[in-house]
């Protein structure tokens, strides 16, 4: 499998382990199924509200000597309600102590959006703050301390556009060493990746597979199934594997991490080995041409009357 590197010669491999939407009861499981199958690299944030779970996983599988501590790449994020930069250790303590870990190897602002503090979700715009009150260059600052203290290795950014990224880059200490965003090939995205490389910022795709477990209120009605989409299952045919396998083999072929979440042990298995297709360039090209812009994930869940955020600040300003 590819592993990609960060400025400090510190590597992460590119398919790890998604547990968004993985409900507790059954992350821990897939935790330890995942860790036994192979996986080194595994993707949380406080938000997800299993981390306790995972942690006791982690616990497992370090008593029973499947992995030590060192042989895991871990990452969370820090959830909106925490941007004061005040609260931003409290919260990576949290995740800590939830996660049962030291430190993190990664630590990703989650969204470029303030909550108030406090204020998990609001269904009105009073439980958000413009991101002026709570300036990310701020909130980066006290991401960097993190390092500093020793409580993470790497810190990096989610949900972020080249704007976005350009912006923080010109005031920061350590460049974001990472951008977690929804990609796969309906939304290559392929300028920001350009970006990322310029700047030496690692990439990760979310929602690889087109996240079609999340809950009914964020789907759209007339979204695309990506497992049917006629070239993916052709591409697919040829390698007489599932289209999920060549989504995450793409994502993988042109560098960047993946995350796929499952919580079933023969699709954790099938997932990992998709590192092992071999593409040709002409497969590669055919699942190029698919990109079209679309987001699953588009943003406008955000969205509240009189609330500072839009689809559109998110993606385009
Ligand atoms: P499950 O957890 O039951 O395996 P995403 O990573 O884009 O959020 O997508 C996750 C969704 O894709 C989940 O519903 C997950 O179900 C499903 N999934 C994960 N791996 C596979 C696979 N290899 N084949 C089919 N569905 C998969």
Redesign the pocket.
Known sequence: MNRLTFRNGDKIDAIGL?T???EPGEVGQAVRDAIKIGYRHIDCAWIYQNENEIGQAFQEAFADGDVSREDLFITSKLWNSFHAPQDVEKAVRESLDALQLDYLDLYLIHWPIAHQPGVVFSEDASGFAPIEDYPIADTWKAMEALVDKGLVKHIGVSNFNIPKLQKLIETAKIIPEMNQVESHPLLAQNDLVQFCNDNQVLYTAY???????RSAGMKGSDEPDM?ENEVLKSVANNHGV?P??ILIKWAEARGTCV??????PS?LK??LASAEIELSEDEMNQVNGLDKGYRFLDGKFWERDGGYYTAESLWNN
Do not use: E, M, Y
């Open positions: 998604g968004w939407k993985s929602s690889p597979l087109g996240s079609r477990d497992f599932h999920a396998q995350i796929p979440k499952s919580v079933n699709r099938q997932n």
